[in-house]
T-cell receptor, first 113, second 117 residues
Framework: GENVEQHPSTLSVQEGDSAVIKCTYS??????FPWYKQELGKRPQLIID?????GEKKDQRIAVTLNKTAKHFSLHITETQPEDSAVYFC????????????FGKGTMLLVSP | SQTIHQWPATLVQPVGSPLSLECTVE??????LYWYRQAAGRGLQLLFY??????ISSEVPQNLSASRPQDRQFILSSKKLLLSDSGFYLC????????????????FGPGTRLTVL
């Protein structure tokens, strides 16, 4: 089955800096890669996703890049703000209606003012 | 877009007691539904998923079970809770924005925080 590795497990940055979280996956059949943000005590919220037919996707300060050859994808947050502090999860799936998501173990991002 | 309800929001139960957590979805039809558990400070563990009424797939063998008696209702149960069952239980739904056949984009409900003492 699919295996998703996520690094780093914790990331501390100063407000205004950029943050990058990286994930690798094992199943070459995976073609859908979402990212979730989970604030303390809350549900995970989908923040951005990418499919294998594109290499990069942006949404304001957030971007995701995908390298299918190397089987890795990354989340980039620019101009970080204290409210970006949360746990971020990457995931991968084969993108069919009957597939399941395999999640990474999460990255705790701390943005200091 | 779909709305996911979960109840109760919090629950404290003694070891050995039964459990029933409910998840209902509005605004979509024929969704894929999922149960996840998240232990404190940990990642998301998929417990069960369902692609239709009465269809349940189990990912992790344990003392939990799931049922889907209606298209938009998903229930997580246990006959006897263990201390290790404590955690944050999340229901997720996968369906497109028009409420048509399920896709792979999952959205989470608000969760139930279970403490087993």
């Amino acid at each position: 089955g699919e295996n998703v590795e996520q690094h780093p497990s914790t990331l501390s940055v100063q407000e205004g800096d950029s943050a990058v979280i990286k994930c690798t996956y094992s199943d070459s059949a995976s073609n859908y890669f979402p990212w979730y943000k989970q604030e303390l005590g809350k549900r995970p919220q989908l923040i951005i996703d990418i499919r294998s037919n594109v290499g990069e996707k942006k949404d304001q300060r957030i971007a995701v890049t995908l390298n299918k050859t190397a089987k890795h994808f990354s989340l980039h947050i620019t101009e970080t703000q204290p409210e970006d502090s949360a746990v971020y999860f990457c995931a991968a799936s084969q993108g069919s209606g009957y597939s399941t998501l395999t999640f990474g173990k999460g990255t705790m991002l701390l943005v200091s003012p | 877009s779909q709305t996911i309800h979960q109840w109760p929001a919090t629950l404290v139960q003694p070891v050995g007691s039964p459990l029933s957590l409910e998840c209902t979805v509005e605004g979509t039809s024929n969704p894929n539904l999922y149960w996840y558990r998240q232990a404190a400070g940990r990642g998301l563990q998929l417990l069960f998923y369902s692609v239709g009424i009465g269809q349940i797939s189990s990912e992790v063998p344990q003392n939990l079970s799931a049922s889907r008696p209606q298209d938009r209702q998903f229930i997580l149960s246990s006959k006897k809770l263990l201390l290790s069952d404590s955690g944050f239980y999340l229901c997720a739904c996968a369906a497109d924005t028009a409420g048509q056949l399920s896709t792979d984009t999952q959205y989470f409900g608000p969760g139930t925080r279970l403490t087993v003492l």
